[in-house]
């Protein structure tokens, strides 16, 4: 069974550009959810995704975007890039709606920074 | 606004002696709380979970205690072990919402 992946690894951008940030959920999941970690911080939950329809957001401006894949794999759409937006971004799949009843599997994340 | 709240960036545990980790909430209507654990270029992994209707909850070295009353639960550790050393992050849930993180306590097991 393969698990949560993300790509790329690591990513270089300048501030005003664009960047996509993808997610392969977990066989058999079919929710994604992702999250913001800067550092010396915890993750932040930015959206989830169940059944290729956004359900839920957190407290993140709409330049943050997402879509979710027929096959529940997942993109993280940031434009016009802020210095802030710099951290690891993760990507987390559970097999329903995440919280009490699902667990989360994390992918190892896409380290972003922005200069 | 920080919801759940981990007071203690780092600790420091000999081997086999108990490690303690702590967290605070704030929001009276979470009812379910988790401890991940997270390795360096690793994302976080599940550790032990705890619904608002129990007050303990135990799997093998690791018990999740919560005090309601007070908003707390703990994380405890025992005995400690080499390989315990990483982030541990408290997170809190309500009902089939996502989850808030605390900012992560960094334990270190001394050999």
């Known amino acids: 069974e393969t698990g949560v992946t993300q790509s790329p690894t690591h990513l270089i951008k300048t501030r005003g550009q664009q960047v996509t940030l993808r997610c392969s959920s977990q066989?058999?999941?079919?929710?994604v959810s992702w999250y913001q970690q800067a550092l010396g911080q915890g993750p932040q939950f930015i959206f989830q995704?169940?059944?290729?329809?956004?359900?839920g957001r957190g407290n993140f401006p709409p330049r943050f975007s997402g879509l979710q894949f027929p096959n529940y794999s997942s993109e993280l759409n940031v434009n016009a890039l802020e210095l802030d937006d710099s951290a690891l971004y993760l990507c987390?799949?559970?097999?329903?709606?995440?919280?009490?009843?699902?667990?989360?599997?994390f992918g190892p994340g896409t380290r972003l920074t922005v200069l | 606004d920080q919801q759940v709240k981990q007071n203690s960036p780092s600790l420091s545990v000999q081997e086999g002696r108990i490690s303690i980790l702590n967290c605070d909430y704030t929001?009276?209507?979470?009812?379910?709380f988790l401890w991940y654990k997270k390795y360096p270029a690793e994302g976080p992994t599940f550790l032990i979970s705890i619904s608002s209707i129990k007050d303990k909850n135990e799997d093998g070295r690791f018990t999740v205690f919560l005090n309601k009353s007070a908003k707390h639960l703990s994380l405890h550790i025992v005995p400690s072990q080499p390989g315990d050393s990483a982030v541990y992050f408290c997170a809190a849930a309500t009902g089939a919402n996502n989850l808030f993180f605390g900012t992560g306590t960094r334990l270190t097991v001394i050999p």
């Open positions: 995704y169940y059944r290729e329809e956004e359900n």
């Open positions: 929001n009276s209507m979470f009812d379910y």
């Open positions: 066989s058999g999941h079919n929710t």
């Open positions: 987390a799949s559970s097999p329903g709606l995440a919280g009490r009843y699902n667990e989360q599997f």
